[in-house]
């Protein structure tokens, strides 16, 4: 996701303060951490149900392009299951 802001007030000022005292490098990496903060009060987004999630997603493009390379194509529900795909509801 990409976006540009322009912050002012207390949010402009607390930006600032993390990159004059080190604690960021820059902007967006303050945002991020602010991002993170706020995630772990709220509990918005669980860390480790997303990252599996990537996990997976990752390891799936990796097999689409692997068969995309070898020229395959991926199956149909009822070239998948065979003999069973008589089981699938229309």
């Given at each position: 996701?990409?976006?540009?802001?322009?912050?002012e007030?207390?949010?402009?000022v607390?930006?600032s303060e993390?990159?004059?005292?080190?604690v960021?490098?820059?902007?967006?990496?303050?945002?991020?951490m602010?991002?993170?903060a706020?995630?772990?009060?709220?509990?918005?987004?669980?860390?480790?149900?997303?990252?599996?999630?990537?996990?997976?997603k990752?390891r799936?493009?990796?097999?689409?392009?692997?068969?995309?390379?070898?020229?395959?194509?991926?199956?149909?529900?009822?070239e998948?299951?065979?003999?069973?795909?008589?089981?699938l509801k229309?």
């Amino acid at each position: 996701m990409k976006f540009s802001a322009n912050l002012e007030g207390l949010p402009a000022v607390i930006i600032s303060e993390m990159l004059s005292r080190g604690v960021a490098q820059n902007r967006m990496e303050a945002l991020r951490m602010c991002t993170y903060a706020v995630n772990e009060k709220f509990g918005l987004v669980k860390i480790d149900e997303y990252l599996e999630t990537m996990r997976l997603k990752e390891r799936m493009d990796a097999e689409d392009r692997e068969m995309e390379k070898k020229g395959q194509k991926p199956l149909n529900a009822k070239e998948a299951l065979g003999k069973y795909a008589k089981y699938l509801k229309d």
